[in-house]
């Protein structure tokens, strides 16, 4: 055998004994159909994971963003509204880790469906929560919080350690969410960590929200099929990452020795304007001649300013944002 065939071979026997003895790690997603479930489940892939995830049953596929890993992932009908279904879930694939990604995860929708989003976001961690605690204990927990729970910030920028003010039923349900983590870590001694994740964004990023929105628009104006761009508060600051760096940072906290909540974010915060005038710049157009302030988009409460302060992650993780939103680049989120 030549030296590579001496390697696969090797690498095969590794992996028949990992699965025969159980030994390959093995993480459950919920919310797989995300724009973070996504990028998660190819980073788990290849970290040599075996990948379970969550989706609901629609009446159109919403599989889109993981068509590409069919082959490569298991995936489970379940909803985080159907306590019975997760427990049986969880005791069927046995995960050694949980990434509770699910949510009713846009904030303008929070406020017209209040029950809803309290029940998926909110009480659905309670559940999924419940279902490790009966099945297995061992089963590492990650919870993703956000820095929607900071709202109207108490102080800049946010660090673990902030308080929490909520502006939205969204950001309330997730401050349920996050306690209840904490208070599972607590109680039961389970690994469960809460990741307070500030605003990351893609080309797989839902289309409501006001990145995609923009560059969509962008795009469309420039193609001659779209007249105008329709926003809310252009004054509106947030501290914009990339989700495939923040995917990471959700799989290192669940790889540490003691289980702790992180915030994760860049460190810069930019205008919901200055987003605008870099998107119409990229394409040579300004911004001045197409986008009309609309009441219709503005928040009964708004979060103004989100500015994390990464550093407990750096310096405990060793994770670092490695793009920011300029070399993320417009042309990539068109
Ligand atoms: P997303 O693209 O909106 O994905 C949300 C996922 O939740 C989808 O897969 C959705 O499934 C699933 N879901 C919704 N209701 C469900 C239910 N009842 N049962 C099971 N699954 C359900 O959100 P994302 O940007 O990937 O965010 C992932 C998580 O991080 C969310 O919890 C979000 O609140 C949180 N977060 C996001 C950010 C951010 O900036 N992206 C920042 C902080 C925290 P369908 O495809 O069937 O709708
Ligand atoms: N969506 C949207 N549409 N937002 C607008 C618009 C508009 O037309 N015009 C202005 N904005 C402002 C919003 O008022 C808000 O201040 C800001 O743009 C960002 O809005 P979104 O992109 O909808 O994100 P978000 O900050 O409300 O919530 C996202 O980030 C949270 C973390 O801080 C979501 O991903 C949440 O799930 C996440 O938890």
Redesign the pocket.
């Known amino acids: 055998m030549d030296g590579a065939a001496v390697g696969e071979f090797w690498l095969f026997v590794k992996h028949e004994c990992t699965g025969v003895a159980g030994m390959q790690r093995s993480a459950l997603i919920t919310g797989i159909s995300g ?1 973070d479930g996504s990028y998660l489940a190819e980073f788990l892939l290849s970290k040599g994971y075996r990948v379970h995830g969550v989706y609901r049953r629609t009446s159109m596929p919403t599989l889109s963003r993981v068509e590409h890993l069919l082959d490569d992932i298991e995936l489970h009908q379940s909803d985080l509204t159907d306590q019975a279904s997760l427990f049986k879930l969880i005791r069927q694939v046995r995960p050694t880790e949980v990434y509770n990604l699910g ?1 009713q ?4 929708t929070s406020w017209d469906q209040v029950l809803t989003t309290g029940d998926t976001t909110g009480l659905g961690v309670a559940r999924i929560l419940e279902a490790i605690r009966c099945v297995d204990t061992n089963i590492r927990f990650y919870q ?7 709202g109207k910030v108490e102080e800049t920028p946010q660090r673990e350690t902030t308080l929490l003010h909520p502006r ?1 039923p ?2 309330v349900a ?1 401050v349920y969410g996050h306690y209840l983590t904490i208070n599972y870590r607590e109680s039961f001694g389970m690994f469960a960590c809460s990741g307070i ?5 893609s080309p797989r ?2 289309l ?7 560059t969509h628009a962008v795009a469309r104006i420039k193609l001659g099929l779209q007249q105008e761009l ?5 004054e ?4 914009w990452g990339f989700a495939g760096d923040y995917v990471e940072a959700m799989w290192r906290m669940l790889q540490q020795d003691k289980p702790d909540d992180f915030v994760i974010g860049t460190g810069k915060t930019y205008r ?1 304007q200055d987003f605008v005038d870099l998107a119409f710049a990229e394409v040579g157009l300004s911004p001045a001649d197409y986008v009309v302030v ?1 009441p219709n ?3 009964p409460a ?3 300013l ?1 500015l994390a302060d990464p550093s407990k992650a750096e310096r405990q993780l060793g994770w670092k944002p490695r793009t920011d939103l300029a070399q993320l680049g417009f042309r990539a989120l068109i």
């Open positions: 724009q949510a995860s846009f904030v303008g993703a919080s956000s820095s929607e729970m900071f939205s969204y950001g997730k994740l500030f605003n990351h964004e990023r839902g409501e929200f006001v990145t995609r929105k923009i329709r926003l809310g508060n252009l509106a600051k947030r501290d919901v609309d988009f503005y928040r708004e979060v103004d989100l």
